[in-house]
């Protein structure tokens, strides 16, 4: 059981900058891939960036290739993203997700995660 908290979401102005962070306690972090994925109002929720277990990959989808950059620290059990050059389409609720059936084929599909944080939210102005 991995536990995942999200913080570091607020109102920012488009062309702006903001750091996400998920704080995971529990089980073994670092045997898990990790990933973001988001959430507008009235849309699915949708892939954001994934990374593999040591960090040594990552994906990104390609509205956020470029601007954003996920990363981890597996000594401190935290998870990142780094969002730059934000726009008003990456207003959402952001969640930050672990698991083991990850693979490079379903990376980016809610399937291959087994644990999710609560969410934060992150609001871009124009």
């Known amino acids: 059981q991995v536990h995942l908290v999200e913080s570091g979401g607020g109102l920012v102005h488009a062309g702006g900058s903001l750091r996400l962070s998920c704080a995971a306690s529990?089980?073994?972090?670092?045997?898990?891939?990790v990933a973001w994925f988001r959430q507008a109002p009235a849309k699915e929720r949708e892939f954001v960036a994934a990374?593999?277990?040591?960090?040594?990959?990552?994906f990104y989808a390609d509205s956020v290739k470029g601007r954003f950059t996920i990363s981890r620290d597996n000594a401190k059990n935290m998870l990142y993203l780094q969002m730059n050059s934000l726009k008003p389409e990456d207003t959402a609720v952001y969640f930050c997700?672990?698991?083991?059936?990850?693979?490079?084929?379903?990376?980016?599909?809610?399937?291959?995660?087994?644990?999710w944080g609560q969410g934060t939210q992150v609001t871009v102005s124009s």
């Open positions: 997700t672990a698991g083991a059936r990850f693979s490079l084929l379903n990376h980016d599909r809610d399937l291959a995660y087994d644990y």
């Open positions: 529990g089980r073994a972090f670092e045997t898990y891939a």
């Open positions: 990374s593999t277990q040591t960090g040594g990959a990552t």
